[in-house]
């Protein structure tokens, strides 16, 4: 992080510095967000979040603007900034474009090199056979994790960094709603099948009619997957 600093003129110093905290406050701050320390609807009082980072006030709000500019917060006036939370036709709108940025993800990984695609497989099969695993266990987080993981690799080997942008921030606001459409062993296993049946079309995908068939199935699984959410299935 040396080259950062080269040639700065010392009245930009202070701006640079505190630029730098900021981002450090706003990963904190997006951590405690995610993890439930921070419930939606919850108020984030600047003076206790100043107390608590032992920072001054300077990073603490441009950490909240970019939460804001993010959509995980929201400022309004004589009521301060609090947690987002998402209404229902919120979740569904980020649901369906998830499920475009799903889709376009596994038709790129269906035209990799066969080489490349076949590392993907296995990576795929090692999740499903974790969350094999963490339903064996009844453990609905550790499945949580590896489900983000399988859908974040077609995401990562697309190899796209406005697509994998875009995805990081829909994940991010989905995880506001505290979904719970994996909590039950019946949604887990029939949400693992759908990831089998996707792997599987992936593993095809020379020999199948339809080149498109895993980028249907990724976009049916991540739109059952709402339907899951909010009980049409």
């Not at 505290?178 to 099948?193: D, G, K, V």
């Not at 895993?214 to 991540?222: G, K, M, P, T």
């Amino acid at each position: 992080m040396d080259w950062l600093f080269n040639e700065v003129a010392q009245n930009d110093f202070d701006e640079i510095k505190n630029t730098s905290l900021g981002k450090l406050v706003r990963d904190q701050l997006l951590s405690q967000i995610l993890s439930g320390a921070f419930a939606p609807g919850q108020v984030l009082r600047e003076s206790e979040l100043v107390e608590q980072l032992k920072v001054s006030r300077v990073p603490v709000r441009e950490a909240l603007r970019a939460l804001e500019s993010s959509g995980l917060v929201v400022s309004r006036k004589h009521f301060g900034v609090y947690v987002r939370e998402l209404t229902d036709a919120e979740v569904r709108d980020l649901y369906e474009f998830r499920a475009l940025l799903d889709s376009h993800a596994g038709r790129m990984a269906s035209h990799l090199p066969a080489e490349r695609r076949q590392m993907l497989v296995q990576d795929l099969e090692a999740c499903t056979q974790a969350m094999d695993a963490a339903d064996a266990e009844d453990n609905p987080q550790a499945y949580y994790r590896e489900n983000l993981r399988f859908h974040w690799l077609f995401i990562d080997y697309a190899g796209n960094k406005e697509i994998a942008k875009a995805y990081r921030e829909v994940i991010q606001k989905l995880h506001l709603s505290r979904l719970t459409n994996l909590s039950t062993s019946s949604h887990r296993q029939r949400s693992n099948e759908e990831h089998k049946q996707i792997v599987k079309a992936l593993r095809d995908s020379e020999t199948i009619a339809h080149a498109d068939y895993c980028a249907e199935l990724l976009s049916h699984h991540v739109i059952n997957a709402h339907g899951r959410l909010s009980g049409d299935d």
